[in-house]
């Protein structure tokens, strides 16, 4: 029992990583599984990839989109791209969320051991619970292991600052298999070379080890990413990215925005810092610059390694805002034309790890104290972070959410109103309907659906989700959906200044697309140009609603369907002059 109230960190850990697995492997397809930018973006085309065999595949285009070269789409040197290759996909998405638990607190441990030194052993408790916390943040599904890659990009070049070899140099190189050069990659490539000027500056001797580190961390990137390079450096075509308008804020604006996400951060790096780590950090932080003040000392306030962490979450704060001051976004893409619509203020995905590693030396610190009431208050406070992370209803906590869901399903004896992975894509009814269709290929589109639900059932589609395709093809589609932006505004600037979900959107409300079961629209025409779908090959919509005008747009139906394990009613629509098959 001793050895066992030792080690509570350990059972801790251990504890949430079974409990994970068990919830997600034992609930299966009936977990609920966030949707935005997850289940309506990567998952789709990962599945889109294998039912073409397009992973490896050179010089072929995938049908979406009206069709796009495949090198738009993340690389098959990605580790995460390769679970999906390797098994089917709800099994790939599950081992994702279990691997970004085990890199998350496996590269934290790393850092911990190196930045300890001979006192780790001290320090272990804190270092697991800090890498456990980091390790299951819900961060953006298909960028969770990048994310849990950080403390070790940063443990690999404190390697090689300290230690020059080849084994740390290819380590670097092979790093990003476990990245994404264009959320992470080049901001880590950024944040190296301001390392390397600081240590020459601060050393007077040139820190050639980390010179090294960059250029092999460049070139990993380079060989795993050379799709993306390639597209980036040699496509030729014009984008969406020429036309997309991240907006202009004023000053008032900018501040509150530096704030806001000072203080919460942003949905896609959801560190759960606000209500625990944030106050703890801030209150920390000026005891700790009064006693400089007090020792007559204000040099330790620059020297030292928290305040460092604060000026970095600051910087990242001040990066993420000023991206909304249009002259200044204008003076970077004018310096750097490439960058051109493209989000340099994504240094915010940097905050959440420097959040829990000046958590993570506070806590130290409490520990330095010898006090066992400080110890056990640190050890308090590493649980309380962990517990907090984990009963969140945060938009990717899908842990949360499917038992929640269960729970629900289990007291009331009736299904929660979300839909689970399984239901969203409801592949046995899109199945059926493909067979009794006929469907061959044909170019289709969604209507009350993400497009991803026909892309991850095998329909080309002309509408889709993408942030980097041809602008001249945002212009072919925008005719198809013109009728319902010339009613809708808000989905007009919306489609016009970003583009990136080209949909058919509704004439009178600003969605239709909803993963819910109580499904309920008001108005059901549909507002789109029929002659403009035919142009672009357009012959089926797939549609959740039962429209009411489809002879006016020349559609006419050519099937219902329904499955019992799928809350969708299908309505299969054709166009009037296109022969069914």
């Known amino acids: 029992m001793k050895k066992l109230i030792k080690n509570w960190y350990l059972i801790i850990a251990a504890g949430i990583f079974l409990l994970s697995a068990i919830v997600f492997f034992g609930a299966g397809e009936s977990s609920i599984i966030s949707v935005h930018d997850n289940l309506d973006l990567f998952i789709a085309q990962f599945q889109m990839l294998k039912n073409t065999n397009s992973f490896f595949a050179h010089g072929v285009d995938v049908p979406f989109l009206g069709g796009i070269s495949r090198d738009n789409l993340p690389s098959e040197f990605s580790l995460y791209t390769l679970l999906y290759f390797l098994m089917p996909s709800y099994q790939a998405y599950v081992t994702g969320y279990l691997l970004k638990i085990v890199i998350g607190l496996g590269s934290s441990l790393l850092l911990a051991r190196d930045f300890c030194g001979n006192g780790y052993e001290k320090y272990r408790p804190l270092a697991w619970m800090m890498g456990l916390a980091y390790g299951i943040l819900n961060v953006f599904p298909a960028f969770g292991i990048p994310f849990a890659s950080i403390p070790l990009i940063v443990y690999l070049v404190r390697r090689i600052y300290k230690d020059p070899s080849l084994k740390w140099y290819a380590a670097i190189f092979f790093y990003p298999l476990l990245s994404y050069f264009s959320y992470f990659g080049l901001f880590i490539l950024a944040y190296m070379a301001a390392a390397f000027l600081w240590l020459w500056a601060k050393n007077k001797k040139c820190p050639v080890g980390i010179l090294i580190g960059i250029a092999a961390l460049a070139a990993g990137c380079i060989v795993f990413e050379y799709r993306l390079f390639g597209v980036m450096l040699f496509g030729g075509e014009e984008t969406i990215r020429s036309t997309m308008e991240a907006g202009s804020f004023g000053a008032a604006q900018i501040g509150k925005t530096i704030i806001d996400v000072f203080t919460k951060g942003m949905f896609h790096a959801e560190s759960m810092h606000t209500y625990l780590v944030m106050p703890v950090c801030l209150l920390y932080f000026f005891c700790l610059n009064i006693s400089y003040l007090k020792e007559r000392n204000p040099g330790g306030i620059f020297h030292d390694t928290f305040n460092l962490l604060l000026l970095v979450l600051l910087f990242n704060s001040f990066i993420y805002g000023v991206y909304y001051c249009e002259p200044f976004r204008g003076i970077v893409e004018a310096i750097c034309p490439p960058l051109t619509g493209w989000q340099f203020n994504r240094t915010v995905f940097f905050s959440p790890f420097v959040w829990y590693a000046a958590f993570f030396l506070v806590l130290k610190r409490l520990y330095d104290n010898e006090g066992a009431l400080l110890r056990q208050a640190a050890n308090t406070l590493s649980v309380a972070a962990v517990l907090l992370i984990l009963l969140s209803g ?188």
Request: aromatic share 16%; glycine share 10%.
């Open 394 to 581: 945060t938009r990717y906590n899908d842990l949360y959410h499917t038992g929640k869901a269960k729970a629900y399903e289990l007291l009331k004896g009736k299904q929660s109103n979300d839909l689970s992975y399984g239901e969203f894509y409801s592949s046995a009814l899109f199945e059926m309907a493909k067979e009794d269709l006929g469907y061959d290929g044909e170019w289709s589109a969604a209507y009350g659906f993400h497009p991803a639900v026909l892309e991850y059932n095998g329909i080309a589609t002309l509408d889709g989700y993408l942030g980097f395709y041809g602008q001249a093809y945002k212009e072919d589609f925008r005719r198809v959906i013109a009728p319902a932006l010339d009613r809708v505004p808000e989905s007009r600037e919306y489609f016009d200044t970003w583009g990136a979900r080209a949909y058919l959107y509704s004439g009178s409300e600003l969605s239709i697309v909803s993963a819910v079961r109580d499904y309920q629209v008001s108005d059901h025409d549909i507002y789109i140009d029929g002659d403009a779908f035919k142009d672009l090959g357009g012959k089926y919509i797939f549609s959740r609603i039962e429209l009411s005008n489809a002879e006016d747009v020349g559609l006419m139906l050519a099937g219902i369907y329904t499955g019992e394990n799928s809350p969708y009613t299908l309505y299969v629509y054709a166009c009037a002059d296109t022969p069914l098959s």
